[in-house]
């Protein structure tokens, strides 16, 4: 049966195909949530976001689901390229607007050409 | 716009001394900025949470008197690592927002101490 909220560590992709990054958040209480990508040595860089009113949302080829039933977040990624390869990481936000983010555990995103 | 730009990049320091960070948002003003901390093949760790004119909030865990945030104005907050030692070296990363969970990252400072 589907694995919901399975977390990989690492996915190895070739080019042109779709990714799915999984995520599993903690708190029923979220409301807002965030893919970002992490290249080596360098800070997070925003994909998309999504609030909790929303189940999709869907951005230049990347589209994020959530399933709030499940506290389950995932990234699909579109005709993945080698520029793609990085970690990804989803956070959530704890409470109300201007509380931090909360991180989850990375993926590590690999392109083979 | 909203740039956040972080100072130094990278650091290496001798075990004892103290090392100071900036964060500083270049064209917008910050009401809150976060410090998160990240080692080698792990996620960020949430450290404190920094709001202009305020004493920082620290998560869990973390030792105030060891990591000293500063929040002194609305574009620039620092975080000072006191007698760093070998333990310390890490990613150490800032955030800041003008509200609205809107959260700009800066590039990072690793700090290396030897």
């Known amino acids: 049966g589907e694995s919901v909220g399975l977390h990989l560590p690492t996915l190895s992709v070739q080019e042109g195909d779709n990714s799915i990054i999984n995520c599993a958040y903690s708190?029923?209480?979220?409301?807002?949530f965030i893919w970002y990508k992490q290249e080596s040595g360098k800070g997070p860089q925003f994909i998309i976001d999504?609030?909790?009113?929303?189940d999709k949302r869907q951005g230049q080829r990347v589209t994020v689901l959530l399933n709030k039933t499940v506290k389950h977040l995932s990234l699909q990624i579109a005709a993945t390229q080698p520029g793609d390869s990085a970690v990804y990481f989803c956070?959530?936000?704890?409470?109300?607007?201007?509380?931090?983010?909360?991180f989850g555990k990375g993926t590590t995103l690999s392109v083979s050409s | 716009g909203a740039v956040v730009s972080q100072h130094p990049s990278w650091v290496i320091c001798k075990s004892g001394t103290s090392v100071k960070i900036e964060c500083r948002s270049l064209?917008?003003?910050?009401?809150?900025m976060f410090w998160y901390r990240q080692f080698p093949k792990q996620s960020l760790m949430l450290m404190a949470t920094?709001?202009?004119?305020?004493?920082?909030?620290?998560e869990q865990g973390v030792e105030k008197d060891k990591f000293l945030i500063n929040h002194a104005s609305l574009t620039l907050s620092t975080l000072t690592v006191t007698s760093a030692h070998p333990e310390d070296s890490s990613f150490y990363i800032c955030?800041?927002?003008?509200?609205?969970?809107?959260?700009?990252f800066g590039a990072g400072s690793r700090l290396t101490v030897l």
């Open positions: 955030s800041a927002t003008r509200g609205a969970n809107v959260l700009t």
């Open positions: 708190n029923s209480a979220s409301d807002y």
């Open positions: 999504i609030r909790s009113n929303m």
């Open positions: 956070a959530e936000n704890r409470a109300q607007a201007g509380t931090a983010l909360i």
């Open positions: 064209d917008f003003q910050a009401t809150t």
């Open positions: 920094s709001n202009e004119g305020s004493k920082a909030t620290y």
